[in-house]
T-cell receptor
Framework: GQSLEQPSEVTAVEGAIVQINCTYQ??????LSWYQQHDGGAPTFLSY????GLEETGRFSSFLSRSDSYGYLLLQELQMKDSASYFC?????????FGQGTELSVKP | EAGVAQSPRYKIIEKRQSVAFWCNPI?????LYWYQQILGQGPKLLIQ????????DSQLPKDRFSAERLKGVDSTLKIQPAKLEDSAVYLC???????????????FGPGTRLTVL
């Protein structure tokens, strides 16, 4: 079967850096994506890692280690608008399997 | 470009009633997905279409759920009869390609929030 684990909640202050970890167990692994979902909104794509290493997109970076079945999302210079749920998702063949999500609360 | 459209946005029904959701994907996107998202959980894939063919429906409760994508564009998801545990947000997503590469970014619609009483 497959499973993904990520922390359920993270709290940080404005301007800080936060890292959200994701570990996974799956067969047929193609890559790891991260999605952001604001309360009542639709999930939106943030990043994708197919190979080991760090991908940077503005204030957000994502890392993957295939040998450790581990990845993380790094959010820098946190802003209040970053308060949302963040999901890691494994690409298995042509489909996505989502984790349970991490609720990030950014405090002033 | 227009995003993924879904309707209705909200629906309240009683258990054992029927309900249908509609999705119009982004123009040119061959792959369409229906997800169920229960409060506090991640989206769970119900069914995936490639054009008008089903690629994966392994997690679709086929005794009560059905979906179709006629002409490879719009799609409908139906629940008949509904149960209390079907209360969730039903998300439709589309993507340009199927393969697990950067082009497989999925674009989600706003979802339909279903409440079964």
């Amino acid at each position: 079967g497959q499973s993904l684990e990520q922390p359920s909640e993270v709290t940080a202050v404005e301007g800080a850096i936060v890292q959200i970890n994701c570990t996974y167990q799956t067969s047929g692994f193609y890559g790891l994506s991260w999605y952001q979902q604001h309360d009542g909104g639709a999930p939106t794509f943030l990043s994708y890692n197919a190979l080991d290493g760090l991908e940077e997109t503005g204030r957000f970076s994502s890392f993957l280690s295939r040998s450790d079945s581990y990845g993380y999302l790094l959010l820098q210079e946190l802003q209040m608008k970053d308060s949302a749920s963040y999901f890691c998702a494994v690409h298995q063949g042509g489909k996505l399997i989502f984790g349970q999500g991490t609720e990030l609360s950014v405090k002033p | 470009e227009a995003g993924v459209a879904q309707s209705p946005r909200y629906k309240i029904i009683e258990k054992r009633q029927s309900v249908a959701f509609w999705c119009n994907p982004i123009s040119g996107h061959a792959t369409l997905y229906w997800y169920q998202q229960i409060l506090g959980q991640g989206p769970k894939l119900l069914i995936q279409f490639q054009n008008n063919g089903v690629v994966d429906d392994s997690q679709l409760p086929k005794d009560r759920f059905s979906a179709e994508r006629l002409k490879g564009v719009d799609s409908t998801l139906k629940i008949q009869p509904a149960k209390l545990e079907d209360s969730a947000v039903y998300l439709c997503a589309s993507s340009f390609v199927v393969a697990g590469g950067p082009g497989n970014e999925q674009f989600f619609g706003p979802g339909t929030r279903l409440t079964v009483l």
